[in-house]
């Protein structure tokens, strides 16, 4: 059974940072892709940041320069290092893997098999 596990999530000041883990276990082999999703109140759970197994990336436009999306593969981890947060980023943050090949990077949910709980995020101007 695979279970994924974040942490890191809090509160921080506009400006701040926050850096997210998503710990995996349960693999019969390392999946394909994993990626960090968020979900603000209200509103439809929308991509932030991509990474395959081979470490290439891919981010929203909306995080592009402040996001970054990294894995230790050592210690079956995701990171989401965060960098000048803004108001508009709060929401809670999932990690999801998909254990299928892409030919192009997907940021559509339903493309990613397995999710974690999530683990809230909020910032205060």
């Known amino acids: 059974q695979v279970h994924l596990v974040e942490s890191g999530g809090g509160s921080v000041q506009a400006g701040g940072s926050l850096r997210l883990s998503c710990g995996a276990s349960?693999?019969?082999?390392?999946?394909?892709?994993m990626a960090w999703f968020r979900q603000p109140p209200g509103k439809e759970r929308e991509a932030v940041a991509r990474?395959?197994?081979?470490?290439?990336?891919n981010y929203a436009d909306s995080v592009k320069g402040r996001f970054t999306i990294s894995q230790d593969n050592a210690k079956n981890t995701l990171y989401l290092q965060m960098n000048s947060l803004k108001p508009e980023d709060p929401a809670m943050y999932y990690c999801?893997?998909?254990?299928?090949?892409?030919?192009?990077?997907?940021?559509?949910?339903?493309?990613?098999?397995?999710w974690g709980q999530g683990t809230q995020v909020t910032v205060s101007s």
């Open positions: 349960g693999y019969a082999a390392r999946p394909y892709s």
């Open positions: 990474i395959d197994r081979n470490g290439n990336t």
């Open positions: 999801a893997a998909r254990d299928r090949f892409d030919f192009f990077p997907t940021f559509r949910a339903s493309d990613y098999n397995y």
